[in-house]
T-cell receptor, first 111, second 115 residues
Framework: QQPVQSPQAVILREGEDAVINCSSS?????VHWYRQKHGEAPVFLMI?????EQKGHDKISASFNEKKQQSSLYLTASQLSYSGTYFC????????????FGGGTRVLVKP | GAVVSQHPSWVICKSGTSVKIECRSL??????MFWYRQFPKQSLMLMAT?????????EQGVEKDKFLINHASLTLSTLTVTSAHPEDSSFYIC???????????FGPGTRLTVT
């Protein structure tokens, strides 16, 4: 079952923050976050494996809630390069690393 | 590290012909490769999972006789779209796992247009 991402789209000014949510109706084994720019392949951002886990790289971070049914991606002090579509990929159980992707969140960062 | 390539980047073919797309892991051995299809402004839909030396596992609704997957080695998987039709036009993307780690590394994608 496809995870639900919200919001579907967000427009930011450079330097502003945003949060993207990814929710599942089932307990998740792992959550993966990717960013895709138009016409290109998705680029891996990070993976969360444990309930309560938080990770970050530069000013993009993510959390995985204790019940392991929701993850959030945080864009802090957004840069122009953060523009793109963000997808969460979820693994419901440890079964060959197969992911189901959410519908995506389109992020546009304006100067 | 963890670079995945796809060839070709784009292809235009006539209805009824077959098209082969290659996916290669350039600097690692891929235990598992995945094939996705993505329509404009939509999410990635998993088509099949392939492991080297074994038959691919197709997702529900994906015709295995139409989308032939061959995982000949630990660095190469191919997807052949047989008897392509205009509705098969899409962006096809492969990904690979490295060393059985959970991260998937994506190839640059192949845009298929069937006329």
């Amino acid at each position: 079952q496809q995870p639900v991402q919200s919001p579907q789209a967000v427009i930011l000014r450079e330097g502003e923050d945003a949060v993207i949510n990814c929710s599942s109706s089932k307990a998740l084994y792992s959550v993966h976050w990717y960013r895709q720019k138009h016409g290109e392949a998705p680029v891996f951002l990070m993976i969360l494996l444990k309930g309560g886990e938080q990770k970050g790289h530069d000013k993009i971070s993510a959390s995985f809630n204790e019940k392991k049914q929701q993850s959030s991606l945080y864009l802090t002090a957004s840069q122009l390069s953060y523009s793109g579509t963000y997808f969460c990929g979820t693994e419901v159980k440890a079964a060959g690393n197969k992911l189901t992707f959410g519908g995506g969140t389109r992020v546009l960062v304006k100067p | 590290g963890a670079v995945v390539s796809q060839h070709p980047s784009w292809v235009i073919c006539k209805s009824g012909t077959s098209v082969k797309i290659e996916c290669r892991s350039l600097d690692f051995q891929a235990t598992t490769m995945f094939w996705y299809r993505q329509f404009p402004k939509q999410s990635l839909m998993l088509m099949a999972t392939s492991n080297e030396g074994s038959k691919a596992t197709y997702e529900q609704g994906v015709e295995k006789d139409k989308f032939l997957i061959n995982h000949a080695s630990l660095t190469l998987s191919t997807l052949t779209v047989t008897s392509a039709h205009p509705e098969d036009s899409s962006f096809y993307i492969c990904s690979a796992n490295r060393d059985s780690l959970p991260e998937q590394y994506f190839g640059p994608g192949t845009r298929l247009t069937v006329t």
